[in-house]
């Protein structure tokens, strides 16, 4: 059965920081792996998309990647901003479509 | 606008009382699922479904029903509901079955069972 951890559950970073949010998971049989972000009692926003035959992604100030033999994920946040605060998510699609989700990392940004 | 819509987004019943929460999309994606969402737990999966007349279980299932008679629409029906199944309700869509494309969410559905 897939797992997806993301550690730490939360994080408080000055504004103006470069981060890394990860999520590791159990079974390399993917066919991708997405992070989203929720802001409070809100839907999941997509955010990057990595297919399993790709090694990165970007959009704007995030860079996902994927390292599929080892179970890992990384999204990098560049110079964040108090706008970024929000609990930010990975899951990954397995067999039958299934998809697993962490249980999210919830980041604050400080002015 | 892409978008999946969930009605309603709040409701509050009450034990046995059934209902149903609808879901449509207007992607014509082939790929729908239902999770519902709750604190310490994330989001875990209900049911998917991934075409007209396929559905398959999720995760958590009991209590739970739905159907795709049409690809836009995937209603989740709660026959009985009960008070575990106060929750945070989230429908989802995919292209391609859901093997490799993005996945959608609605606005989510706000369910309190008293």
């Known amino acids: 059965k897939q797992e997806v951890t993301q550690i730490p559950a939360a994080l408080s970073v000055p504004e103006g920081e470069n981060l890394v949010l990860n999520c590791s998971f159990t079974d390399s049989a993917i066919y991708n792996l997405q992070w989203f972000r929720q802001d409070p009692g809100k839907g999941l926003t997509s955010l990057l998309l990595i297919q399993s035959s790709q090694r990165e992604q970007t959009s704007g100030r995030l860079n996902a990647s994927l390292d599929k033999s080892s179970g890992r994920s990384t999204l990098y946040i560049a110079a964040s901003q108090p706008g970024d605060s929000a609990t930010y998510l990975c899951a990954v699609r397995g067999a039958n479509s299934k998809l697993t989700f962490g249980k999210g990392i919830t980041l604050s940004v400080r002015p | 606008e892409a978008q999946v819509t969930q009605n309603p987004r709040y409701l509050i019943t009450v034990t046995g009382k059934k209902l149903t929460v609808t879901c449509s999309q207007n992607m014509n994606h082939e790929y729908m699922s239902w999770y519902r969402q709750d604190p310490g737990l994330g989001l875990r999966q209900i049911y998917y479904?991934?075409?007209?007349?396929?559905?398959d279980k999720g995760d958590v299932p009991e209590g739970y029903k739905v159907s795709r008679k049409e690809k836009r629409n995937f209603p989740l029906i709660l026959e009985s509901p009960s008070p575990n199944q106060t929750s945070l309700y989230f429908c989802a869509s995919s292209k391609d079955r859901g093997l490799s494309g993005e996945l959608f969410f609605g606005e989510g559905s706000r369910l309190t069972v008293l």
């Open positions: 479904s991934m075409n007209v007349e396929v559905t």
